[in-house]
């Protein structure tokens, strides 16, 4: 506990256990932003807004001021606060459903806004605290409890590929996509938290990450097979990269 408490300081609660499925990706997930937090030195003055869904859970384990939103609106509660506080950190928690389907139109407009808070998306391709219904994200075929045949992209559209929409927005400044498949990818995605995070400190302007994860629960798969199926079909649709990083530039100058 006392080497866990050299990372995570007063940011994360060590004592409070997670509420997460075994295996959800959102502990993962919850962790690095706690990780950042606290190697910035920002928890006094972060404030999470969280969306409705396990999303919404994260913040009760972490020694942080926090607003929950409704569902969807989260983005827009950010820019609300920021312009209020201008001085403090802002960033959304939220689900694929969230985010992607009913908060479509206040994330993107956030983008293209150009305030500096963050948004962060964790993806788990479906909508999991209510029952694995298909989200915006469901892979084509994938069975879900609302596509009992699988999902018919000719019926339901294609899977939705949320950071390609924003890159090209003048206002995004940090635009990345990681995975928790394994260790690898967790370091590339710590990494991607602290630069968006270290971008909105800068006041360069929008950023977002979006996290590939498991809903071992969601996938009615065993812990294992649902990261493995994770790797091997979530990954190779949306594949983790860097689509924008406009803070080297900026460093440059």
Known sequence: MQELAKIYGETLLLDKKFSYCPGCGHGIVTRLVAEAIEALGIRK??????GI??????HHYMEIDAIEAMHGRAPAVAVGYKV????????????????????LAELLHTANRG??????MINNNLFGMTGGQMSPSTLEGQITSTTPNGRDVH?????LRVP?????????KYVARESVCDAKSIRKAASSVRKALDC??????????????PCPTGLKLSVPDSYKWNKEKMVEYFKP????????????N
């Open 200 to 213: 909105q400190m800068k006041g360069l302007g929008f950023s977002f990450v979006e996290f590939i994860v």
């Open 45 to 50: 003055r972060t404030i999470s807004v969280v």
């Open 53 to 58: 869904g396990c999303g919404g859970f994260s």
């Open 84 to 103: 209020a506080k201008p001085e403090n950190i802002v960033y959304t928690y939220q689900g694929d459903g969230d985010c992607s389907a009913i908060g």
């Open 115 to 120: 305030m500096p808070v963050t948004c962060f």
């Open 155 to 159: 019926q339901h559209g294609y899977p």
């Open 241 to 252: 990269q860097i689509f924008k990083n406009e803070m080297e530039q900026n460093d440059e």
């Open 164 to 172: 390609e929409m924003m890159a090209d927005m003048h206002g995004a």
